[in-house]
């Protein structure tokens, strides 16, 4: 088991700038009116955004990390438990380790799809 050593504080931070990221992508695309702040969004809104943006932030980690056994669906969890104090937003802290799998389970797949005989090369 691969054991990922991140401060849950430095995980928020990353991920409540990608979600910021997310939200100007989604207005640029015409989802959202311009000048929508991310606090304004509904529950399910906003738990969409998130979860695209820890999704991003995971396809980001080497893949060694993303097909080997983890601790990131902790820290997914803890992150977003946290992210319910950020936002005052109660659906955050019923947010699952399950849930988190099932979120890494479609990067998994994505690198389960290549080849076995390819070989994952350095950028």
Do not use: W
């Not at 910021?20 to 992508?25: F, M, P, S, V």
């Not at 820890?54 to 902790?74: G, H, K, M, R, W």
């Not at 820290?75 to 977003?80: D, H, L, P």
């Amino acid at each position: 088991m691969i054991e990922i050593k991140i401060p849950t504080s430095a995980a928020v931070i990353m991920l409540t700038e990608r979600m910021r990221y997310e939200l100007q992508l989604r207005i640029k695309a015409g989802c959202f009116e311009p000048g929508y702040e991310i606090e304004n969004l509904s529950s399910s809104d906003l738990l969409s955004i998130a979860e695209t943006s820890a999704f991003d932030l995971v396809f980001l980690l080497p893949v060694d990390i993303l097909i080997e056994e983890s601790n990131l669906p902790e820290i997914i969890t803890e992150a977003f438990h946290a992210l319910s104090k950020i936002f005052g937003r109660e659906e955050f802290t019923i947010y699952t380790k399950e849930r988190a799998e099932i979120l890494l389970n479609k990067v998994k797949n994505t690198f389960n799809q290549i080849e076995p005989n390819q070989n994952y090369f350095p950028n």
